[in-house]
């Protein structure tokens, strides 16, 4: 295993009804002692700073093609924090990060410990570097310095709606990872992660294993869910996928759209909340307006911003800003700082950013996955007419989240179909929701809520923000999934908390 160094937390940063009583659930699984590991696989002292003292890190090696088994193998890094109690240990449970792109490896070590005593004491918490990521067996696309930015992999059309632009940064990164991505990166998708989930339980000893999924990790934990159901044991899946079986992360990054639109009225009220020594207007609605006229005028001109990539804040920097610190309400400060910071025709420091070697690894796996997991249409004239359609509907987003990413051109077909997530199995799923969460919206949430059916009761929060359970959430849902994780219990039906 490659040293674990502080650029992990880097690239974490880097790369998402009523009350009712509860019932517990019947589904069985190891309880006592932890069981013994394969020899195969052996715990070391995690290197790097910052950790819990009783993180242990190993690797798990899996195939690299899940259809030749027997073929080339690759490493899967993965870390421990053991139960606290053995007496009341129940068995793992695997923290299942986000992204495409995210990692779990720190996790034990980090959000892991918010977890409430009880929780704790029932399980080994175990984090991951997905395949492609390191320090597991990685991918790099050897990527212009310039398609590193989130406005390159996540495209936003010209100030005129024109995408001509983005389909030729689409063939130049495509043909990159092409060139330099190696075999690896044809078999980066979730269903392969999934996958790698199972040869992580097997190395673990463990008969079956509880998950906690957040943002991306929520298809990748339906999936895992949907191969292999009686594997499972207690599963959270927190701020939730559209599972969509055709468009895959296409729908995802679809959802933006609404997302943004269920999130933006929280920051425009509090921009515009008299006492705010960030306020930004009188009141919510010219905000908005003058938040859609900002960008506007940084489309005709832009800002210089020495050292950020690219080095101007134009109208779409703004906009990608907007939807990255719509993610959680103690970031509308930044937005709101930097809104009456252009308005002065200034720019604030860049923030700071992960190492390119960081940056090029995390980009190849979101790539090599998103492009993957299923087909994207080649058609311009496709994603010319989704784009005009979405910025009339949804001025904030500007058609970015129906453009055409990198996948428009990725050179490789899907190798399979993406997996249809259904309501067959155990009836062990509890899902925690944001009502207006910008990354992965209610509305998509409730679709995976209808394709798991009897499998799972649903917790949607009065809030704002992404990531629910333990981060932007309510202290009501964090009750109920702590409970759920710690006893088995589960609301009886659909629950809103407020």
Known sequence: MKPMTKSLALIAAASGIV???????????????APKSPKSLKWTKCEGTGLDPRQQCATVEVPMDYADPDGPTIDVAVSRVPSEKASARRGALLLIPGGPGGTSLID?????QKLPQKVRDAYDLIGFAPRGLAPSTS???GLERRDLALTATRPWPAPDGSITENLVTAKRMSDACARNG???????????EARDLDRIR??????????????????????YNELFPHRTDRIVLDSNDNPDPVRVQRA???????GVEDAFPEFAKWASAPGNPDRVAATPAEVRSGFLSLAARLDREPIPWPGHNPPVLDGNELRQAMLNDLDDPDDFQDLA??????????VPPAPPSPPEEVLQNVTAVGAGTICNDADWPESAAAYEADVAKSRAEFPLTAGMPRNAMLCAAWPNEPREAPVRITDRGPSNVLLIQNERDPVTPLSGALKLRAALGKRAVMVVNDATGHDAYLANGTACGDDVVSRF?????RPRKDTYCD
């Open 337 to 346: 700082q930097l809104i009456v910071a252009a308005r002065k025709g200034t």
């Open 139 to 141: 991918v790099d696309c």
């Open 108 to 112: 034990p070590s980090g959000k892991g």
């Open 252 to 258: 995802w990054l679809a959802a933006h759209e609404q």
């Open 19 to 33: 009350f009712g009583v509860v019932t517990p659930l019947t589904a069985s699984a190891t309880s006592g002692p």
């Open 485 to 489: 994780l710690a006893t088995g219990e």
């Open 202 to 223: 097997a190395a673990l000893g463990e008969r079956k294993i509880s998950a906690w999924g957040v943002s991306y990790g929520t298809y990748v934990g339906s999936i």
């Open 182 to 192: 190696g075999e690896l990166i044809r078999h980066l998708s979730s269903v392969n």
